[in-house]
Each structure stands twice: as structure tokens, then as C-alpha cells.
């Protein structure tokens, strides 16, 4: 079983910068990580993924504002959030998906909440 530990949720005003941290459990390597966001009555939607080798994808909304990075010596995963406006409130889920021995599995960390305000 692969835990999450999520970090760097918070309130900051509106053109303010946050920083979320994941850390995952084990040694594997995961060939994707990366991080969704959710409000409450809208389905769960990407936010940002990179991939092991390093290439990253990113939904339009949050394109040229956050940077999502990982060290996967460490098994960690960021999202640098900057110019962030209210539309960004919404917890956001760390987000890992593993390939062992032909089995893809996902994971998902417990959440940490963004509320951007004035």
C-alpha cells in the first residue's frame, strides 16, 4: 500500500503564491505524479502531472501559473502555485500512479485545502 502525505495548503490573498508538497511511501519508482483539484459539486479535475522521464501536462486554466515538479530520488511531488485567483479555491489531491509487474495502480493523498481571498 502506498501512503501520501500532503503539506502547503493554506489561505493567501489573490495574486499570492503557495506551495504544495507530496511525499510517497516506498521505493518505486511511479511513472506518473501529480495533483488534482476538487469544489464541492464538480467532479475531480487535473491540475498537473509529470511524468519519470520528466514531461508535464497541464490543465489550461493554471498553464503559465503553476509548475509541477518531482524528485523521484525522494518520491516527492510539488506544485508551485503562483497568481493565484479565487477560481483556484478547492482541495487539491496529490495523485501517483504505479505500474508493478503489469498492474497499474492509483493512488490519491487525503486532500489539502486552497482557498484563495481578499
Known amino acids: 500500500q502506498v501512503q501520501l502525505v500532503e503539506s502547503g495548503g493554506g489561505l493567501v490573498q489573490p495574486g499570492g503564491s503557495l506551495r504544495l508538497s507530496c511525499a510517497a511511501s516506498?521505493?518505486?519508482?511511479?511513472?506518473?505524479m501529480g495533483w488534482y483539484r476538487q469544489t464541492p459539486g464538480k467532479q475531480r479535475e487535473l491540475v498537473a502531472t509529470?511524468?519519470?522521464?520528466?514531461?508535464?501536462n497541464y490543465a489550461d486554466s493554471v498553464k503559465g501559473r503553476f509548475t509541477v515538479s518531482r524528485d523521484n530520488a525522494k518520491n516527492t511531488v510539488d506544485l508551485q502555485m503562483n497568481s493565484l485567483n479565487p477560481e483556484d479555491t478547492a482541495v487539491y489531491y496529490c495523485?501517483?500512479?504505479?505500474?508493478?509487474?503489469?498492474?497499474?495502480?492509483?493512488?490519491w493523498g487525503q486532500g489539502t485545502q486552497v482557498t484563495v481571498s481578499s
Open positions: 516506498g521505493s518505486i519508482l511511479f511513472v506518473v
Open positions: 495523485y501517483v500512479v504505479r505500474v508493478l509487474k503489469g498492474t497499474r495502480d492509483v493512488y
Open positions: 509529470v511524468v519519470s522521464g520528466g514531461g508535464t
